[in-house]
């Protein structure tokens, strides 16, 4: 069973707002990512992270930005808010090694008014 | 350009009979693959995976078959379960190459009593 926590579950905001999404896992895993998925659509890649001071950016260009200062830790921030930004964010984690299943968290409903 | 195809949006099965959940793909370079299922509010959950070297792979009900050549693979749930109700995603994975995982749209499984 995997340990990953996001939160908020949901968040409804307003246009403008600074916004930080949480994601915490307890597994030790050194491996992190965040993933963007509209609904019916597939999960893009938006970040990811090798380990503590590691950051790189995905597939799908994003406006969001992430940090990991600790090995459980990756949040993700918006910076200013737009209802562009309305979308389902999963964050993920997985141990070192090229082929390891990821792990996945309950995921965070953003909508921006 | 969808590197990862489910062509069928929704499938809908008899309980106790097999469902078929199809991907096709495109990147030659991919060489690792998973399925996830989801739940509605939920994040996905690693069902199964299997790598080029293989053609099968079988975990209790679920079986993944793999055509190289076809760039085909698939999802055998046998026998269907109502729990089985569910999206499930297929995702691929370069070795080697950045982490993400490259998923489909997924296909909606409806089991029906």
């Known amino acids: 069973e995997a340990d990953i926590y996001q939160t908020p579950r949901y968040l409804v905001i307003g246009t403008g707002k600074k916004i930080t999404l949480e994601c915490s896992q307890t597994?030790?895993?050194?491996?992190m990512y965040w993933y963007q998925q509209d609904p019916g659509m597939e999960l893009h890649l938006i970040h990811y992270s090798y380990g503590v001071n590691s950051t790189e950016k995905g597939d799908l260009s994003s406006e969001s930005t992430v940090s990991r200062i600790r090995t459980e830790h990756f949040p993700l921030t918006l910076e200013s808010a737009r209802p562009s930004h309305t979308s389902q964010y999963l964050c993920?984690?997985?141990?070192?090694?090229?082929?390891?299943?990821?792990?996945f968290g309950p995921g965070t409903r953003l909508t921006v008014l | 350009d969808q590197q990862v195809k489910q062509n069928s949006p929704s499938l809908s099965v008899q309980e106790g009979r097999i469902s078929i959940l199809n991907c096709d793909y495109t990147n030659s370079m991919f060489d690792y693959f998973l399925w996830y299922k989801k739940y509605p509010a939920e994040g996905p959950t690693f069902l199964i995976s299997?790598?080029?070297?293989?053609d099968k792979n079988e975990d209790g009900r679920f079986t993944v078959f793999l055509n190289k050549s076809a760039k085909h693979l698939s999802l055998h749930i046998v026998p269907s379960q109502p729990g089985d109700s569910a999206v499930y995603f297929c995702?691929?994975?370069?070795?080697?190459?950045?982490?993400?995982?490259?998923f489909g749209k997924g296909t909606h499984l409806i089991i029906q009593p």
């Open positions: 597994m030790g895993h050194d491996k």
């Open positions: 993920a984690s997985s141990t070192t090694g090229s082929y390891n299943e990821q792990f």
């Open positions: 995702a691929a994975k370069q070795g080697g190459g950045a982490d993400g995982l490259t």
């Open positions: 299997i790598s080029s070297i293989k």
